[in-house]
């Protein structure tokens, strides 16, 4: 079976760009599929025959902890799969940040690109917002066998429950570039959320890095 993921800023096969707010209550999401804890929904993007997909869930750890995970992006080659490469190339402000990725993914070539990724806290509620989208005008110039993204922007938020755990929404839309059919493309964007959700679970459940 062909997966193709990355991640938070990843290529799963996914991202998208337009403001996240809409609840899955929304007729235009459709649940596509589920698997313990997380719900994954998709709709149309008028225009493209590539899904918009999100990813709600729990993860069995405090919002501190899992924020911390996706924050620090110097270490998602540990843990994020595919992920080959991840370069810091500059900070606009203490916020916001330009980082370059290039994925190995399975049976396709290499892709990458170069997002502005932007954070939003607000510790006192317990709630983390970060946003990215394509800005690969910044990066790295094209390298010869990699596939450069075009679109790819997403968004994680994270909310701190009662019980001490956290309730997360991942929202994504990408076109992966090269000769991936559409419909393979968002089948993969269906299910590919899965691993990057257990993956970031697990990181931030394990303290000795942190």
Same mark, same amino acid.
């Given at each position: 079976m ?5 991640i938070?800023g ?9 403001a996240f ?7 235009k999401?459709?649940?596509?599929s589920?698997?313990?804890?997380? !719900?994954?929904?998709a709709?149309?993007?008028?225009g493209t025959a590539i $899904? ?5 869930? /729990? +993860?069995?750890a405090?919002?501190e902890?899992v924020?911390?995970t996706?924050k620090?992006?110097?270490y998602y080659?540990q843990f994020l799969?595919y992920v080959?490469d991840?370069?810091i190339?500059?900070r ?6 330009y980082v370059y990725?290039?994925?190995?993914p ?7 690109y ?8 607000? !510790?006192?509620?317990?709630?983390y917002?970060r946003f990215?989208?394509? $800005?690969n005008?910044?990066g790295p110039? /094209? +390298? ?8 790819c ?5 994270l ?8 309730r ?8 992966p ?5 559409k ?6 964007n269906?299910?590919a959320?899965?691993?990057?959700l257990?993956?970031?679970?697990k ?8």
């Amino acid at each position: 079976m062909l997966k193709i993921s990355v991640i938070s800023g990843f290529l799963f096969i996914i991202f998208s760009g337009h403001a996240f707010a809409e609840s899955s209550n929304d007729a235009k999401w459709k649940k596509v599929s589920s698997k313990k804890q997380a !719900v994954v929904w998709a709709r149309d993007v008028e225009g493209t025959a590539i $899904k918009e997909v999100k990813l709600e869930a /729990v +993860i069995h750890a405090p919002v501190e902890q899992v924020w911390k995970t996706i924050k620090e992006v110097q270490y998602y080659t540990q843990f994020l799969p595919y992920v080959e490469d991840i370069q810091i190339i500059k900070r606009t402000d203490a916020n916001s940040v330009y980082v370059y990725h290039r994925i190995d993914p399975p049976f396709v070539s290499h892709r990458d690109y170069t997002l502005l990724i932007t954070d939003e806290v607000d !510790v006192a509620n317990g709630q983390y917002h970060r946003f990215w989208t394509q $800005k690969n005008a910044v990066g790295p110039d /094209v +390298i010869a066998g990699v596939v450069r993204l075009e679109i790819c922007d997403g968004s994680w938020t994270l909310t701190s429950t009662e019980n001490g755990e956290t309730r997360v929404v991942y929202w994504v839309y990408t076109d992966p570039g090269g000769r991936i059919p559409k419909w393979l493309a968002n089948k993969v964007n269906k299910t590919a959320l899965y691993d990057v959700l257990f993956a970031i679970e697990k990181r931030a459940q394990d303290l000795s890095w942190q």
